[in-house]
């Protein structure tokens, strides 16, 4: 997949990150927070562009991946307060607290253009499902919500495995039985780490397909397009 990105080095003291964004917005993705259950709800362009920068960011160790969400179309489901997303790896040296500056700071970025490589994602993905479950496999993400931004620390293996969900969700999304009358279609979720001792329901985020509207334009893969009947030749 190719991705146009915008990329931002700003500096925050000493340190200097590199930031990248989509370059045009996700308009009919959104995201809540996990409060405890979050709701990624997006159409089809969205969830494969999502599973695409989450392959990015597997292989991006020292970039942060901003993804701009709670200013695009107010979906008609869900529910909670809409935020942005961030995913890092730990090497990239981000902390939530200082998202708000770092954020001020991206204002003069430059075009970028990357390709994902799907088949390496894939082979990745089966490496990480035979070994997940190991003693010493993290496979649980950090988070943290802060500034109407979710943040997701996680590992090569976890963006990946991700990526693979959103891949599923975008390509199968639009074959459920609802997606034709507008209605959101429950895919998949993912959990995230709990400070120890917290108990409750987990923490997760449901993601959902959802065809952006008017719905009468959306057809489900397969079905034939229906088209507008000519007028009658005038006798």
Not at 43 to 71: C, E, K, M, Q, W
Not at 204 to 230: L, M, N, Q, S, W
Request: with cysteine; proline share 9%; glycine share 8%.
């Amino acid at each position: 997949m190719r991705l146009r990105l915008t990329e931002f080095t700003p500096r925050i003291g000493p340190h200097r990150h590199r930031v990248v964004r989509p370059r045009t917005p996700l308009r009919h993705t959104s995201l809540s927070a996990p409060d405890p259950i979050g709701l990624l709800l997006g159409d089809h362009d969205g969830l494969n562009r999502l599973a695409g920068l989450f392959s990015f960011a597997a292989y991006s160790r020292h970039t942060i991946v901003h993804v701009p969400l709670r200013d695009g179309v107010p979906p008609d489901e869900g529910w909670g307060e809409r935020i942005d997303l961030v995913l890092a790896h730990d090497s990239a040296g981000l902390r939530a607290s200082q998202w708000p500056e770092l954020r001020r700071r991206l204002t003069r970025g430059t075009p970028l253009t990357v390709r994902t490589d799907e088949a390496r994602t894939a082979r990745d993905m089966e490496s990480w499902r035979a070994r997940r479950y190991h003693a010493d496999a993290r496979n649980e993400l950090r988070h943290a919500t802060h500034a109407r931004t979710l943040f997701l620390f996680g590992t090569r293996d976890l963006f990946v495995e991700l990526a693979t969900e959103f891949a599923h969700a975008a390509g199968w999304g639009p074959l459920e039985k609802h997606a034709a009358k507008g209605n959101m279609a429950f895919m998949t979720a993912f959990t995230l780490a709990e400070p120890p001792g917290t108990g409750g329901h987990p923490l997760e985020v449901d993601i959902c397909f959802k065809p952006y509207p008017p719905y009468a334009h959306f057809k489900r893969p397969g079905e034939r397009a229906t088209r507008p009947r000519r007028p009658a030749a005038a006798s």
